[in-house]
């Protein structure tokens, strides 16, 4: 069965040490998520894809945070410098279109970033 | 703006026991409704969602939610809970006719099945 692939699954860094995640979508899949969970919060979605460009980044920090997915397949989702409150589970969703019927977002297993 | 209140943040129940999530929200405009569930560090997977037509909908797990307009209500229920239902279960809107993807969480709610 096709899924969302993330890595690493866990990551611990250093205070004002740069980070970065990967994700790779369901093949075919044009529309892709980032989205960061506090803990004992619900999600909240940083950014969206529509192939390679963006679609809404309206909640990204941009000071320290991008995200690319540059051949509007993987992307990755950087942090620089990270701070403590970056701590987070980092989960990425694709859908199959961005309008229209086929547009359920089928969800990664998240990497667990710890900063310390 | 949309938002989304899950109106308990743990419920403890026991196995073969009903149980009912609540969850309402806040819209300006029309919005479909989802429940997720999330296991302790994994991600989110699809229980139900509500898109348009009944307001009785039917989910993996024997899971269902109902939607009510009137008290901008979804709440799931399950008639008989096992230990595996035992997670983390959030309600999420997204704008009606918009990318399904693009959506406002809850805060969640910890389901806890005690034997």
């Known amino acids: 069965e096709a899924e969302v692939a993330q890595s690493p699954r866990y990551k611990i860094t250093e205070k004002s040490q740069a980070v970065a995640f990967w994700c790779d979508p369901i093949s075919g899949h044009a529309t892709l998520y980032w989205y960061r969970q506090i803990l004992g919060q619900g999600p909240e979605l940083l950014v969206q894809f529509q192939d390679e460009s963006v679609v809404d980044d309206s909640q990204l920090p941009k000071d320290r945070f991008s995200a690319e997915r540059l051949k509007g397949v993987d992307s990755t989702l950087k942090i620089q410098p990270a701070e403590l409150g970056d701590s987070a589970m980092y989960l990425c969703?694709?859908?199959?279109?961005?309008?229209?019927?086929?547009?359920?977002?089928?969800f990664g297993q998240g990497t667990r970033l710890t900063v310390v | 703006a949309q938002s989304v209140t899950q109106l308990d943040s743990q419920v403890p129940v026991f196995e073969e026991a009903p149980v009912e999530l609540r969850c309402n929200y806040s819209s300006s405009v029309s919005v479909y409704l989802f429940w997720y569930v999330q296991y302790p560090n994994q991600g989110l997977q699809l229980l139900l969602k509500y898109l348009s037509g009944s307001t009785l909908v039917k989910g993996i797990n024997g899971f269902e939610a109902e939607f009510n307009k009137s008290q901008t209500s979804f709440h799931l229920r399950k008639p008989s809970v096992h230990i595996s239902d035992t997670a983390e279960y959030f309600c999420a809107v997204s704008e009606e006719g918009g990318s399904q993807g693009n959506l406002i969480f809850g805060k969640g709610t910890k389901l806890s099945v005690k034997p």
């Open positions: 969703a694709s859908s199959l279109a961005f309008f229209g019927e086929n547009t359920e977002a089928f």
